[in-house]
């Protein structure tokens, strides 16, 4: 019996050894389907980030943390952007979907009694050929122009000219144009502050999602080796 006994011991022993070796030593072949993997999704565009955590809330589960992050898309496997911007994802290591659109919507202070513009009025704007208020309210006063880096992108990939629009911090739009009765604001319907008045543009309603002229698609990107998790996306239209 004692014989036997110190053979079990001594294989017992063995065997702890070789799982305390290989825990210690060998290479970790973790894949994606193992508990607790780690997806981050980048907030890559303000306005978006509802679609961004539906997609987080959606995609997490036991073989999937998945988390929303503010850090740069370099960093992220996938995220939620206009299309305006889906130059920072063209890379073929990423999946491309198209998954909403949001209107790219003209406001003005509600001071202000404009509410409606055709688009060939808008170009003239925007260009600085029109540049006072005279025929639109009949007000002497120049039209300033503003749009966030969003806003501004999708005009210039519409429209050839856009010299007469000034750039401003995203944080800044919809600050200046609530009190300022002569300030035009060029940005995307998600970013609408309920202080500023979205005009209608070739008398579509800012808020038809259908047939409003301006209109910027939201695509989901993610890289291409998280398609077994993503591979679905295009079935969850928001």
């Known amino acids: 019996m004692n014989k036997k006994r110190s053979i079990l011991i ?17 290479p970790n072949y973790s894949s994606a389907s193992d508990p607790g993997k780690e997806i981050v999704l980048a907030n890559a565009d303000l306005g978006l980030e509802h679609i961004l955590n539906k997609y987080a809330k959606l995609f997490n589960s036991d073989k999937y943390k998945v988390s ?8 992220a ?12 994802f063209d890379s073929a290591d990423y999946v491309k979907t198209e998954v909403a659109t949001d209107n790219v919507v003209v406001t003005v202070s ?16 925007i260009s600085g050929r029109t540049n006072t208020w005279k025929t639109l309210n009949g007000s002497d006063e120049k039209i300033i122009v503003v749009a966030d880096e969003g806003g501004y992108r999708y ?17 800044d739009i919809n600050y200046f144009v609530e009190d300022d009765e002569f300030m035009m604001q060029i940005v995307h319907a998600s970013l609408l502050s ?45």
């Not at 496997?77 to 920072?88: C, K, P």
């Not at 509600?110 to 704007?125: C, F, G, K, P, Y």
């Not at 005009?155 to 401003?168: C, G, M, P, R, T």
């Not at 202080?195 to 695509?219: H, T």
Request: proline share 3%.
């Open 10 to 26: 001594i294989i017992s022993y063995a065997v702890l050894m070789l799982s305390a070796y290989s825990v210690m030593f060998l």
């Open 68 to 75: 929303v992050e503010d850090f740069g898309q370099e960093l």
């Open 194 to 238: 309920s202080d500023c008045k979205a005009v209608s543009l070739g008398d579509i309603a800012p808020n038809d999602y259908e047939n409003y002229p301006l209109r910027d698609p939201v695509i989901f990107a993610y890289r291409s080796k998280y398609n077994d998790v993503f591979k679905n996306i295009d079935l969850l239209r928001y």
């Open 77 to 88: 496997d996938a995220a939620v952007v206009y299309q305006s911007h889906l130059d920072q």
């Open 155 to 171: 005009l210039a990939e519409k429209f050839v000219d856009v010299s007469a629009v000034n750039l401003i911090r995203n944080a």
């Open 110 to 125: 509600r001071r202000n009694a404009l509410s409606n513009l055709t688009v060939s009025q808008l170009s003239e704007i």
